[in-house]
């Protein structure tokens, strides 16, 4: 069975890529989220946590993108 998965650091890479052609800052995604401190959208530029799936609905309405642009899945080796 191949089981795909999300690489985590592409994604971020790829959050990093759609706020850039966004114009936008870290900053400003965090204000979007109402976040007090900016720690979580490093921690998803820098690949090393995911959003949540709703914080990837809000990523996706601010980019005017797909959740399927925003994740990069792999797919998975055979067993």
């Known amino acids: 069975m191949n089981i795909p998965t999300i690489n985590v650091r592409q994604t971020g890479l ?3 890529r759609l706020m850039d052609a966004n114009n936008l800052v ?3 995604v965090q204000k979007v989220f109402g976040f007090n401190t900016p720690q ?9 946590s995911l959003p ?3 914080n ?8 005017g ?3 399927e ?3 990069v899945i792999e797919k998975g080796a055979g067993q």
Not at 56 to 63: G, H, R
Request: zero cysteines; proline letters at 0%; aromatic letters at 10%.
């Open 56 to 63: 990837l609905v809000i990523l996706s309405a601010i980019f």
């Open 52 to 54: 949540t799936v709703d």
């Open 40 to 48: 979580a959208v490093y921690k998803w530029v820098h690949g090393d």
């Open 14 to 16: 790829n959050i990093r």
């Open 69 to 71: 642009k925003i994740l």
């Open 65 to 67: 993108v797909g959740i």
């Open 26 to 28: 870290i900053k400003d």
